[in-house]
């Protein structure tokens, strides 16, 4: 349920940026800051994460983000009605839901990690997941409650997706909570930050964020617009087919992990991320286009939750603040990624296919930030 508020949290206001254009006429351009917004807040509380999770707990700071999730949806269709720049509360509402998915992202991979279970890479790729799984039904039963209710309604809806937060803040109080690493034991800040492998893997959670959000977040704009599609067939087709094939991924390398090298089967997907890429801004084929899309899905799946397993492995003893920090990575590549797309896009008219063309960047460096750690036999912590 973690998982899935992070979905909703970071998917649902994109299946209203056309809505947001047209009903507060705001810029193409202006709406790619949202974005920006969303995920810098998240990387600022990935920040200071670092240095107060472990002193008041897992389980306040997880039930306090779900309060600030909740608090946000419902704040998300009240604030742009009651400010004189709709723009401007907006960004309010945004910043309150950020801080709530910041604190979850920092959260509930560790706790997952700290789990006595056997198969960890595995447990990770099924936990991201459900990431996915949520993704796909915010699209659906949004688009359900578009099609029934009517779009100019999207407030309402804004207040029922705040349900599953303020709940599972209220589940939280109760659930039982491991610890990843004693405080003791884990590897002092400094220690992270001198590792050459730390910056390999930072590296790697930019361009896992990058190459994931730069498509996720533009591809309900790019269906409905770019391939003249109506509002409800460009949902379905752009953002949920593209959480189905990541969903799929991941399940999958849960299922298969003992048989998979994690590292090559991330190599694969890196380059099947180009070709998705390439696909979506070069296809003159409408139907082709939207392929690229659910290529992109498929390929980087394994990405974000594949970075975290490799981090836990290489470094044991590197606590909840390294994890906070592969967040922080991560949430940096989420905000660039669309944030790139969405400003060449601007640059040639409002096209995001040269936007799409732009991000083919952020899978390649990934791919060379592999052959990096692959050459890197140092650990932090060791094991």
Known sequence: ???????????????????????????????????????????????????????????????????FAGTGL????????????????????????????????????????ACPTDKKSAAMSLLHSFYCWGHVAVILLTTLFFVTAGIENWRILSALWAVIPLANAVYFCFVPINTLVDCEKSAPIKELFKSKLFWILILLMIC???????????????????????????????????????????????????????????????????????????????????????????????????????????????GTAMFAFLALAGDLGCSSGPTLVGIVSSAFNDNLRAGFLAAIAFPVALIIGIVMLKRTKSSIGGA
């Open 1 to 67: 349920m973690g998982y899935i508020t992070q979905a909703i949290v970071n998917n649902f206001a994109p299946l209203l940026f056309v809505t947001f254009q047209k009903s507060f006429d705001i810029s193409l351009e202006k709406i790619g800051y949202l974005v920006t917004v969303n995920f810098c807040i998240q990387l600022f509380v990935d920040f200071i994460a670092a240095k107060f999770v472990d002193k008041i707990g897992y389980r306040i700071s997880i039930v306090a983000a779900h309060l």
């Open 74 to 113: 419902i704040l998300m269709g009240v604030l742009p009605f009651a400010f004189a720049d709709p723009y401007m509360g907006l960004i309010c509402a945004i910043v309150f839901y950020s801080i709530g998915g910041g604190l979850i992202e920092v959260l509930i991979s560790p706790i997952v990690e």
């Open 208 to 318: 896992s964020g990058a190459s994931e959000q730069g498509m996720s977040q533009w591809s309900s704009a790019f269906a409905e617009t770019g391939l003249e599609v109506s509002k409800t067939l460009g949902d379905l087709l752009g953002p949920c087919m593209f959480a189905v094939m990541m969903g799929v991924s991941r399940v999958f390398y849960a299922a298969f992990s003992g048989r998979l090298k994690l590292m090559k089967f991330i190599s694969v997907s890196c380059v099947f991320c180009v070709i998705g890429y390439l696909v979506s801004a070069l296809s003159p084929v409408p139907a082709l286009a939207l392929v690229g899309c659910g290529i992109c899905g498929l390929s980087v799946g394994i990405l974000w939750p594949g970075v975290f397993s490799l981090a836990a492995e290489r470094a044991p003893t590197g």
